[in-house]
């Protein structure tokens, strides 16, 4: 069961991020802020759900939503600052595109760092116990997903529209035929034999 709220506060936002442990594609994350009231079937952390609802869920939450936005962290940004401080990046961005702006911050996971002096807490699988989080989850996935099927057109050979990024054998496997591309993140183990991988 999924609760409306987690503090006091009127104007409460909940985010999270998509794409973490990818080798290649952006880290993805999304922040939104629900109406009281807010309903809706199925919702859960998107990693409970299928693409297929997701897609459902996508537009529901985006016509319900008092406002969201969504944010890409390339892999450049991600190699020069780290996954960890890219994900909480993307997140901040996300929150100071919202209008109105959130007067409490609820984050999937247990890092964050201060944005704009509001008020947060971090919540550990936020994504299956609140409906802002779970939300925000399901955004960024879906745009994630949608952004890895576009740079797919470019690099077919990867095949990103069926592994979006994740280190699959498959996708090892062509990093180390064809090499890496710029939307691969070259400070992440693209190989389990990294030794021998030539830049």
């Not at 996508?58 to 994900?87: G, R």
């Given at each position: 069961?999924?609760?409306?709220?987690?503090?006091?506060?009127?104007?409460?936002?909940?985010?999270?991020?998509?794409?973490?442990?990818?080798?290649?594609?952006?880290?993805?994350?999304?922040?939104?802020?629900?109406?009281?009231?807010?309903?809706?079937?199925?919702?859960?952390?998107?990693?409970?759900?299928?693409?297929?609802?997701?897609?459902?869920?996508?537009?529901?939450?985006?016509?319900?939503?008092?406002?969201?936005?969504?944010?890409?962290?390339?892999?450049?940004?991600?190699?020069?600052?780290?996954?960890?401080?890219?994900?909480?990046?993307?997140?901040?961005?996300?929150?100071?595109?919202?209008?109105?702006?959130?007067?409490?911050?609820?984050?999937?996971?247990?890092?964050?760092?201060?944005?704009?002096?509001?008020?947060?807490?971090?919540?550990?699988?936020?994504?299956?116990?609140?409906?802002?989080?779970?939300?925000?989850?399901?955004?960024?996935?879906?745009?994630?997903?949608?952004?890895?099927?576009t740079i797919h057109e470019e690099f077919?050979?990867?095949?990103?529209?069926?592994?979006?990024?994740?280190?699959?054998?498959?996708?090892?496997?062509?990093?180390?035929?064809?090499?890496?591309?710029?939307?691969?993140?070259?400070?992440?183990?693209?190989?389990?034999?990294?030794?021998?991988?030539?830049?």
């Amino acid at each position: 069961m999924l609760h409306f709220r987690f503090s006091d506060f009127d104007i409460e936002c909940g985010t999270d991020e998509a794409g973490r442990g990818c080798l290649a594609g952006p880290v993805t994350a999304a922040a939104i802020i629900l109406p009281e009231g807010f309903e809706l079937g199925l919702l859960n952390d998107s990693k409970q759900l299928s693409e297929k609802i997701r897609e459902q869920l996508k537009p529901l939450i985006e016509e319900k939503a008092i406002c969201f936005s969504v944010t890409h962290l390339e892999p450049k940004i991600i190699d020069e600052i780290n996954i960890l401080n890219a994900s909480i990046k993307a997140m901040q961005e996300c929150i100071t595109k919202l209008n109105p702006i959130p007067n409490y911050i609820i984050v999937d996971g247990n890092r964050f760092k201060p944005i704009n002096d509001i008020p947060y807490s971090t919540i550990i699988k936020g994504d299956s116990k609140f409906m802002s989080i779970a939300a925000a989850s399901i955004l960024a996935k879906t745009y994630r997903d949608e952004y890895m099927n576009t740079i797919h057109e470019e690099f077919p050979m990867y095949n990103w529209k069926q592994n979006k990024g994740y280190p699959t054998t498959e996708h090892r496997e062509a990093i180390r035929k064809y090499g890496t591309t710029k939307y691969h993140r070259m400070s992440f183990r693209l190989l389990p034999d990294q030794l021998e991988f030539e830049f």
